[in-house]
């Protein structure tokens, strides 16, 4: 009965997660359906054009978002120095960040950092952060990246610092639903897809965030695992 209900569980969930990708593709498909039509008059014929390659692109990527969310995924987890892949990343984003003239630093820190994780997923977290961050700052700004360790819990955590529109209360409480989103073009999968994998990885993520002043996000990842290993080794 227990496996019953789980499963039932995870077909609502399924279902619901369907209506809302329908919902989603519905918008930019009625749109291409009637530029198709006026194209058919043969007005403004590159202009629509444009328009529903746009739209295409944005159903594209839905699509594909939606299925990397579903399936489970291996985890290729390997012993990695934090430092390196945060200084890593933030180096990746540099160009995008002056495109959005914000100025990506990361804070000095000499603590060990060592961790277990699948290291091109927690890439992959910390860019879908820094992107929200640079597009949270419309007139550019400061994003500002941290490692600290928790020695007592074992843990570590990153922060990811910006000073951006932030976020209310109820905004924090929707964070992480699939398709949320307040931005024009936003697909709202970025930050489901950083949950699942945070999660995977044992961790957990906090937001910190006032309107108009901005947001801090918190990853936290467990080191312990990490340390077990060292010591059987
Ligand atoms: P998307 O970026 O496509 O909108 P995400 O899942 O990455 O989707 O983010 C969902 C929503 O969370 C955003 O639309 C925005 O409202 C909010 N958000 C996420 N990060 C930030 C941030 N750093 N500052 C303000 N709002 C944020
Ligand atoms: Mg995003």
Do not use: W
């Amino acid at each position: 009965l227990q496996q019953k209900l789980i499963e039932s569980e995870k077909l609502s969930a399924i279902g619901k997660l369907g209506a809302g990708l329908a919902h989603e593709i519905r918008n930019p498909l009625t749109s291409i359906i009637g530029l198709t039509h006026l194209m058919k008059e043969n007005k403004h014929k590159d202009e629509y054009l444009e328009i529903i390659i746009a739209e295409l692109e944005r159903m594209k990527n839905l699509v594909n978002q939606f299925v990397s969310y579903g399936k489970p995924s291996y985890m290729e987890q390997v012993d990695c120095n934090l430092n390196e892949l945060i200084k890593d990343t933030a180096e990746l984003m540099n160009s995008n960040a002056r495109l959005h003239n914000v100025n990506i630093y990361v804070e000095r820190s000499d603590i060990n950092t060592e961790v277990y994780i699948d290291k091109s997923k927690i890439k992959q977290v910390l860019i879908n952060f820094i992107k929200n961050a640079f597009e949270a700052m419309p007139n550019g700004g400061n994003v500002c990246l941290q490692i600290e360790s928790d020695l007592k819990n074992n843990e570590v955590h990153i922060s990811i610092k910006d000073e951006g529109v932030g976020m209310t209360k109820e905004q924090v409480d929707n964070l992480g639903k699939p398709f949320f989103t307040t931005k024009e073009n936003g697909l709202g999968m970025g930050l489901p897809i950083c949950f699942d994998i945070i999660q995977s990885h044992n961790g957990r993520i906090k937001f910190d965030s006032e309107k108009d002043k901005g947001t801090v996000v918190h990853i936290i990842l467990p080191q312990n695992n990490y340390q077990e290993r060292k010591n059987t080794l």
